[in-house]
Nanobody
Framework: VQLQAFGGGLVQAGDSLRLSCAAS????????MGWFCQAPGKEREFVAS????????HYSDSAKGRFTISIDSAKSTVYLQMNSLKPEDTAVYFC?????????????????WGQGTLVTVSS
């Protein structure tokens, strides 16, 4: 499975962006799609995830209330709507796929990764 993320860009603080991540093939009925971010000099961090079966979502504390993850299973595409962006949100954002029924916040639990898309938020 190949994942392709896009939608990043340069925005100002308070603006919104929507990231998309498309899978190259159908991912089956049981999986988790996640978004992670990695700022320069930092480790990759969990942002949000959504499970295919129940549609349940999980967010990092930083993302709660500002970001929304959603999925279009028919298109094998996951989205991350990012509102009220802050300069500290600046990072490369990666989508990832975990072929399991439950979510995880650990990058090592995801088997497939997209190439990343850069989000830069200016103050």
């Amino acid at each position: 499975v190949q994942l392709q993320a896009f939608g990043g860009g340069l925005v100002q603080a308070g603006d919104s962006l929507r990231l998309s991540c498309a899978a190259s093939e159908r991912t089956g009925s049981t999986y988790v799609m996640g978004w992670f971010c990695q700022a320069p000099g930092k480790e990759r961090e969990f942002v949000a995830s959504i499970t295919s079966r129940s549609g349940s979502t999980h967010y990092s504390d930083s993302a709660k209330g500002r970001f929304t993850i959603s999925i279009d299973s028919a298109k094998s595409t996951v989205y991350l709507q990012m509102n009220s962006l802050k300069p500290e949100d600046t990072a490369v954002y990666f989508c990832a796929l975990r072929k399991f029924y439950s979510s995880s916040v650990y990058p090592g639990d995801y088997q497939y990764w997209g190439q990343g898309t850069l989000v830069t938020v200016s103050s």
